[in-house]
Structure formats: structure tokens, C-alpha cells
């Protein structure tokens, strides 16, 4: 008896809840990687894949790209089988079918996250600016678009001459979240500590369609470091944070909870537009930062 009680017992707990976990359809995403002058794009991506895959909510393929010198024509990914295409990648520009096959996936809906350096590359492709909406170095600047920040409790556009991107030594810094009843940020704190960064400022671009959901005070100046921009029927979520550097004791920007979470809303809400993800306990406030050295949360974060 006692034998068909437990038989009985472990069916519903194996048999009723885990194909119910299982029945939540994950959300299909791929991260091009592959080139980066300055980072570490093969162990940064590998995070982010972590992250994305330990919150049972996604699943992710990474696609390299050729490497510096090699044939562009040959990277060719046929986006459309994906809900979601996070860009890691900071090299030469795609050719010129695959920037049009891209194009085409955002204007008609697909999702796309843009981390840290990949507002860097791709200058030369006008409707790549136009989805990261703000971009530096590579020869940016007042051709290209506006600086882009926040002041007095709004977006300006200041269309002064001069270069874009600037970054100084890494350091901790203070995020303000800018736009609370956007579902990336509903129920997060206002201010928030992030860890240890690479933090870029004085980015500009077109700025067209572009919601700043988050500041921080960089030379003078709060800096947007997380925003969307809408692109045809497509959602870009932005965020600055997420520095790795060149081997795997130097990921601990992308180890930040705050980096993580915002990384993990920021990818629902590109996918499907919402977010269903609730706030977990672990996440940084005021003056406080918290890490997931391990990628994924801790087993209590979301009870
Ligand atoms: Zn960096």
C-alpha cells in the first residue's frame, strides 16, 4: 500500500507540475557574436547565455561570425527562426544581404537586445543606427545625430558639435531608473548600485523612436545606459552595462544582479512586449550592490 501511495505521490509531483513548468513555451533567442577589438566576446556571450537560459525562460543558440578579415558574405542567419537576436559584437560591418534580411526581421517584429560595445561598430549601416538608436566612437559624431541625455526630468537633444563616446577607468556607479512604468523597470527600485564598469557617456545617433529608462551621472551629465527604441513593428531594448574583459576573472561588470535582471526583462519585453518576470529579493538598491557570480538567481530570489 505504503508502495502505491508513494507511487501515486510522485507522479503528481514529477507527473503534474514539472510538464506544467514545461508547458510555458520559452522564447527562441540567438546571440551574434564574433568580433570585438576590445573585448571578450566569446566569454561575455557565454554569460549572457547563462543568464538567459537559467531563467527557464528562453533558450539561445550562438552564431560567430567570420573573423576580422574574413568574408562577411558567408554569415547569413536566418533570423526569422527567432524570437529574439541579442547583439554581442563589436567588428565589420555584415554584408549587404544579411544587413537587409535584418532589417527586414525588426521592421516586421522581431526582438532585438544591443549589450555594451555593440552600439560601437556598424557606423556605416544608417538603419543599424537607427535600431541602436545612440552610438560611439568609429568616427561618430554631429553628422550622425544629437548627444542624447537626460536633465531636469527629460530627453534632451543637443545638437552641438563634436565626437562621440568617451569612457573613462572602470568603476561602481549609481543607476537611476528614469521611467518606472515601463514593464522593464516596474516594481524595480529607483536608485540602484551597479557594479564595477566599463560605463560609456557622450553617445549620439538619430535617436528617432528612443525612451531613456535609466541614468547614471557620468562627466557631468546623466547618461542614459538603458533605453528602447522602436524600429517598424520591432522592439530594441539598449543597455551600456555589461563590460567583459579579456579573460574570465574580468566578466564581474556582467555579474551584477541589477546588470543581469534588467538584461533578463529587457529580453522578454523585446521578444513578446511584456514582461512577466517578478522582482526578485536579491536585486541591488541604494548604495548596495548584489552579485550572481554563478549567473543565474539565487533559489529563494523570486519566492
Ligand atoms: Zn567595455
Given at each position: 500500500?505504503?508502495?502505491?501511495?508513494?507511487?501515486?505521490?510522485?507522479?503528481?509531483?514529477?507527473?503534474?507540475?514539472?510538464?506544467?513548468?514545461?508547458?510555458?513555451?520559452?522564447?527562441?533567442?540567438?546571440?551574434?557574436?564574433?568580433?570585438?577589438?576590445?573585448?571578450?566576446?566569446?566569454?561575455?556571450?557565454?554569460?549572457?547565455?547563462?543568464?538567459?537560459?537559467?531563467s527557464n525562460l528562453f533558450t539561445v543558440d550562438i552564431h560567430v561570425?567570420?573573423?576580422?578579415?574574413?568574408?562577411?558574405?558567408?554569415?547569413?542567419?536566418?533570423?526569422?527562426?527567432?524570437?529574439l537576436v541579442l547583439i554581442n559584437y563589436g567588428g565589420?560591418?555584415?554584408?549587404?544581404?544579411?544587413?537587409?534580411?535584418?532589417?527586414?526581421?525588426?521592421s516586421n517584429g522581431g526582438g532585438v537586445v544591443i549589450i555594451h560595445s555593440s552600439v560601437v561598430?556598424?557606423?556605416?549601416?544608417?538603419?543599424?543606427?537607427?535600431?541602436?538608436?545612440?552610438g560611439a566612437w568609429n568616427g561618430r559624431n554631429e553628422k550622425d545625430g544629437p548627444y542624447v541625455y537626460w536633465k531636469d526630468g527629460r530627453?534632451?537633444?543637443d545638437y552641438s558639435p563634436g565626437w562621440?563616446?568617451?569612457h573613462g577607468l572602470q568603476h561602481s556607479s549609481t543607476i537611476t531608473n528614469r521611467n518606472l512604468n515601463h514593464p522593464i523597470l516596474a516594481g524595480l527600485p529607483t536608485v540602484w548600485e551597479?557594479?564595477?564598469?566599463?560605463?560609456?557617456?557622450?553617445?549620439?545617433?538619430?535617436?528617432?523612436?528612443?525612451?531613456?529608462?535609466?541614468?547614471?551621472?557620468?562627466?557631468?551629465?546623466?547618461?542614459?545606459?538603458?533605453w528602447t527604441v522602436k524600429y517598424g513593428k520591432g522592439n530594441v531594448f539598449v543597455t551600456l552595462l555589461g563590460h567583459a574583459g579579456s579573460d574570465p576573472e574580468l566578466r564581474y561588470s556582467m555579474e551584477c544582479t541589477g546588470f543581469q535582471v534588467t538584461l533578463l526583462r529587457g529580453s522578454?519585453?523585446?521578444?513578446?512586449?511584456?514582461?512577466?518576470?517578478?522582482?526578485?529579493?536579491?536585486?541591488p538598491s541604494e548604495g548596495v550592490m548584489t552579485l550572481r557570480k554563478e549567473f543565474k538567481a539565487p533559489f529563494n530570489a523570486y519566492e
Open positions: 500500500m505504503k508502495k502505491i501511495i508513494w507511487a501515486i505521490a510522485f507522479f503528481l509531483f514529477f507527473g503534474g507540475i514539472v510538464p506544467q513548468v514545461n508547458a510555458q513555451k520559452k522564447i527562441k533567442a540567438m546571440i551574434v557574436t564574433g568580433q570585438d577589438g576590445s573585448h571578450w566576446w566569446k566569454g561575455g556571450s557565454e554569460a549572457i547565455k547563462m543568464i538567459l537560459e537559467n561570425t567570420p573573423t576580422w578579415g574574413e568574408d562577411m558574405s558567408t554569415y547569413n542567419p536566418d533570423f526569422n527562426k527567432y524570437d565589420t560591418t555584415w554584408a549587404e544581404a544579411t544587413r537587409k534580411k535584418f532589417e527586414n526581421y525588426v561598430p556598424m557606423d556605416d549601416w544608417k538603419e543599424y543606427n537607427e535600431m541602436i538608436g545612440l530627453t534632451i537633444y562621440a563616446g568617451y551597479h557594479f564595477k564598469d566599463e560605463i560609456y557617456a557622450r553617445l549620439r545617433g538619430p535617436g528617432k523612436n528612443l525612451e531613456i529608462l535609466a541614468t547614471t551621472h557620468e562627466q557631468g551629465r546623466d547618461e542614459p545606459m538603458l522578454e519585453w523585446a521578444a513578446t512586449g511584456q514582461v512577466t518576470q517578478k522582482v526578485p529579493k536579491d536585486f
